[in-house]
């Protein structure tokens, strides 16, 4: 076991927070996945593109479940997390509005793995994504949704039992000049008004 994780380290390409990107996932968890079936059935040789035959097919969301067994999902963040995927490749992830799963697949592994500015700027968008998420935990299954989940990963220190690394504030990226600021409700309402008097 040991053997074969320390093999599969060394595969990985740059460091990420200080890190190899895989040990982004604990300890214990890196270990459940890649013993599990899942893992050794349908992740073996995966590659960008491949991943995504495997993703198209998710059904839910969530870290582990039942007897502490991972899920499908963040089995697929750990070959993602192995593979690391050129921004652009990830974005297109992002952007595929037919699989949620997807999406919320690559906004996790951006979570996990770009710079704070970056962070923001992919994932503030899908707060307007209100579709409907299923996830699964020790519990059973329940219903999320696709905006809660986007503010978990910007807000929580904890998501799918994957502890994030530490995220600066927007406030303190805008202070640094990294971030440009949101615009504010009135100045929305102040276009739209402008919008609604301007004639057709």
């Given at each position: ?9 060394q ?5 990420v ?8 996932v ?14 050794k059935e349908?992740c073996f ?7 995504i ?13 039942g007897n ?6 963040i089995c697929?963040?750990?070959?993602l997390?192995?593979?690391a995927?050129?921004?652009?490749i990830?974005?297109?992830?992002l ?6 799963y997807?999406?919320a697949?690559?906004?996790f592994?951006i979570r996990?793995?770009?710079p704070d500015?970056?962070v923001?700027?992919?994932l ?5 994504d209100?579709?409907?998420l ?5 519990n059973?299954f ?16 904890t998501?799918c ?7 600066m504030?927007?406030?303190q ?8 600021p949101?615009?504010?409700?009135s100045e ?5 008004d ?7």
């Open positions: 076991m040991a053997d074969f994780i320390a093999r599969d380290y595969s990985q390409g740059d460091v927070h200080q890190m190899l990107p895989t040990f982004l604990g300890k214990i968890l890196r270990e459940r996945i890649v013993e599990s079936f899942y893992w349908q040789g995966l590659n960008a593109a491949s991943l035959d495997r993703a198209v097919r998710l059904e839910y969301i969530g870290g582990q479940f502490q067994r991972p899920t499908e999902f697929l963040l750990y070959k997390l192995q593979v995927p050129e921004k652009e990830v974005l297109e992830y952007s595929i509005p037919e699989f949620k997807i999406r697949l690559a906004a592994y996990l793995t770009w500015p970056d923001y700027q992919a503030e968008p899908l707060l307007n209100y579709r409907k299923r996830v699964r935990d020790h059973g329940y219903v999320s949704h696709m905006d809660e989940f986007i503010d978990d990963l910007l807000n929580e220190e998501v039992d994957v502890t994030l690394p530490p995220l504030s927007r406030y990226l805008e202070e640094l000049d990294q971030l440009d949101l615009p504010s409700s929305s309402e102040s276009e739209n402008e919008t609604k008097k301007i004639p057709s």
